[in-house]
């Protein structure tokens, strides 16, 4: 009765205050549109500079053959899965102009081709100097995947040339629906994450404002109990970040993003999720007694939540034991590490949710300790009698 | 002893070498309004904190109806409603909502909330903003909405901090007159240093400085204490240090012993049964002395003067 009552004043309270309110529901959705501009044909292409010095050589025909014009073909030839280019190959006449556009990040590699380019091809003979040079920056990480792009291409070309063949065939056997993928794609599953980590800010600041106003302590002296309090702003802002998950998913459908699993299973993991970063959340404000200081304490678990989950970017698990046959590590005491795994099961494996029990479990175990630890916390800082 | 609502025992707080209370021992009559006055700081809202359970006591107990309360015992949510001394509402909810919120989680079923808090918007007068959230209305309002907060689930305590703060003088009436309304029916704890507010409305007042109970009795009594009658202030322009107002005091007190002289203030005092009587005698004596008065005011003994004499001129903050 009284956990529902704090979940009307909550809703109530939320619903007339758009700005916040809006605010965490456009930022995910946000997010996921400006990505989707990111990558206009769905992933990164990457542009390559070629200077081709090649001078060509004379065909038996009396024709001039230039290698490197045919390689420069070769090379735009490359696509992704889904027929959209993965190189933009431009044609430059003067190295240092490479380099400076390789130091301003408008291309990730300059490709050299020397002089004798097609006459050392044509000869079959190994020379000592370099005929064919990559320059970029190899601090860049597109760097490397835009060389390991070209030189593939280089090698086949190569050949191709010399009427070779690889005495050995490998294949490549994407897992579930991963071969057909866009980059744009795999970022949702972090994306959608996102919006409900954003909740670890929302859910403090709805109870330090009922600390900084003195409601709190207009309550503390009525029946209710930390739990229906806590309880009740924890569902209001679990609808909140349910909705801006959505918003997300649906904004993501839109610009062309695929699942190959039931989406209703993705909906049940980012409630768990949220449940579980509100928990979190509500730590955060057991030690927060205004708006102000309760956003300052949560960039804390945010920037761990970002970093450390695996939800933005990818990072090595540093692996304690093991239940079972599934690995637990480090940073699996962060939400998003579990639903970012489970969302991706779903959308690119297709998996359902008795595939993602793991997930589910440590979600749920995450969730119930954390919201525990908050009242637990909450009823000593806050509604104990001094 | 059987009407005695709230009794305080040896109730004591320290926060670190500081006492904020101590000692503090009182009893409440059932229905009678109980004025708590004090200088700023004086320890009058941590006592009420402590009676109501916001805070715990290092020493001693509160009994309500011979039940210990701060030890959980006692159904102290139920049976006391405090306002506190800051508006405290909730600032996007109307009128109506935060009264049925509050209402039910006193444990009042959502339409009998509802009912009360209409009711009391009504004798508040603010039953035409009961669907207009709180940041929309004006201080006094708000302050209005505050104090009908304290009061949705019917306690027999209401503990008012400082009720009138901050209001005009037309709500400041309206209050004071639903404070009375509510007397006899309810036991009301009233905490000020608005000594015109715990004159009018106080059944008995106790005095508080320094954590420390000053006096306890009804206003009469009180303003008895400190001398029968009228109290004339006699203005002395600037000549109060002179050797002839001294002796000037030393003739006005065969007169009558009521005679004070403020040295800072410049004025002279002289409280008398019949101050009014003794007036031209008094201003004999000053001309004698070759004194020249400013402003000369005759007035009844009020509690502030009762308040002063306890607590001293000196600021508090």
Redesign the interface.
């Known amino acids: ?2 956990l529902l ?1 704090v979940i ?2 909550s809703a ?2 939320q619903w ?2 758009p700005l916040t309110l809006s605010l965490v529901l456009i930022f995910a959705p946000l997010t996921v549109l400006l990505y989707r501009l990111f990558f206009p044909t769905g992933s990164t292409t990457y542009t390559v500079l070629v200077l081709n010095q090649d001078a060509g050589v004379q065909q038996a025909a009396g024709q001039l053959w230039n290698a490197g014009d045919e390689l420069m073909g070769e090379l735009k030839q490359v696509t992704y899965a889904d027929g959209s280019p993965m190189l933009i190959v431009e044609q430059i006449t003067d190295r240092a102009e490479g380099e400076t556009r390789i130091k301003n990040r408008g291309a990730q590699l300059l490709l050299i081709l020397a002089p004798e380019f097609s006459q050392v091809l044509q000869s079959g003979m190994a020379t000592d100097t370099a005929t064919v040079t990559y320059v970029g920056d190899l601090t860049q990480p597109y760097y490397a995947v835009a060389a390991v792009m070209v030189n593939s291409v280089f090698e086949q070309f190569v050949k191709t040339v010399l009427g070779q063949s690889m005495p050995i065939r490998v294949t490549e056997e994407p897992l579930g629906a991963s071969g057909a993928r866009t980059e744009f794609e795999n970022y949702v599953p972090g994306l959608l994450i996102f919006a409900v980590i954003l909740l670890v800010f929302s859910a403090p600041m709805a109870v330090a404002r009922e600390v900084e ?3 709190l ?8 109990r930390a739990f ?1 309090f806590l309880g009740g702003i924890t569902l209001t802002q679990m609808i909140v970040g349910v909705a801006a998950l959505l918003l997300a998913f649906v904004v993501a459908l839109l610009l062309g993003f695929r699942s190959q699993g039931p989406i209703w299973a993705a909906v049940v993991i980012g409630a768990v999720t949220s449940l579980s970063v509100i928990g979190v959340g509500l730590i955060v404000a057991c030690f927060s007694r205004t708006v102000t200081q309760a956003f300052l304490i949560a960039n804390f678990p945010l920037a761990f939540f970002m970093f450390f989950s695996g939800a933005m970017f990818p990072v090595p698990r540093l692996t304690l034991f093991t239940i079972g046959n599934q690995g637990v590590a480090l940073f699996d005491i962060l939400p998003p590490s579990h639903a970012v795994i489970a969302l991706q099961k779903i959308f690119v494996l297709g998996a359902g949710l008795s595939d993602v029990t793991f997930e589910l479990i440590a979600l749920s175990v995450l969730s119930m300790a954390y919201f525990a630890i908050g009242v637990w916390l909450f009823k000593r800082t806050h509604l ?3 | 002893m059987s009407n005695i609502v709230l009794q305080v025992e040896g109730l004591t707080k320290r926060y670190g070498e500081l006492i904020a209370v101590k000692n503090l021992s009182l009893a409440v009559n059932e229905g009678e309004v109980f004025g708590f006055l004090g200088p700023n700081g004086a320890g009058k809202t941590t006592s009420i904190n402590m009676i109501c359970g916001l805070l715990k006591p290092d020493a001693g107990r509160v009994l309500i109806h011979g039940q210990p309360v701060t030890n959980g015992a006692g159904d102290v949510q139920a049976r006391v409603g405090m306002c506190p001394q800051n508006v405290v509402v909730w600032e996007r909810l109307t009128c109506l909502e935060q009264l049925q919120f509050v209402g039910e989680m006193y444990g009042l079923t959502s339409a009998l909330a509802r009912q009360r808090g209409a009711q009391l918007l009504e004798r508040l007068d603010l039953i035409e903003k009961r669907d207009k959230q709180a940041r929309t209305l004006s201080g006094g309002m708000r302050r209005r909405l505050s104090l009908m907060l304290a009061l949705v689930h019917d306690p027999e305590i209401v503990v008012l901090d400082e009720p009138e703060a901050g209001l005009d003088p037309q709500s400041r009436i309206k209050v004071r007159e639903f404070i009375r309304s509510l007397a006899r029916r309810k036991t009301i704890i009233l905490t000020t240093n608005n000594m015109d507010e715990a004159e009018r409305v106080a059944d008995r007042i106790a005095i508080i400085d320094h954590g420390e109970l000053l006096v306890l009795d009804t206003p009469d009594a009180l303003k008895r204490s400190v001398g029968e009658g009228d109290v004339l202030e006699i203005a002395l322009n600037g000549q109060a240090g002179s050797d002839s107002v001294q002796r000037a005091c030393q003739d006005l007190k065969q007169l009558t012993p009521g005679v004070s002289l403020d040295a800072a203030q410049s004025t002279l005092t002289v409280r008398a049964l019949n101050a009014v009587n003794l007036l031209p005698s008094i201003m004999e004596v000053l001309a004698t002395s070759d004194l020249r008065c400013g402003e000369v005011r005759l007035r009844a003994n009020t509690l502030e003067d009762v308040f002063i004499q306890l607590t001293g001129r000196r600021l508090r903050e």
Request: aromatic share 0%; charged share 45%; proline share 0%.
């Open positions: 009765m009284k009552s009307r004043k109530r309270e007339r205050d106003a003195g409601t302590r207009r309550l503390q002296i009525t029946r209710m229906d104990a009698a001094g």
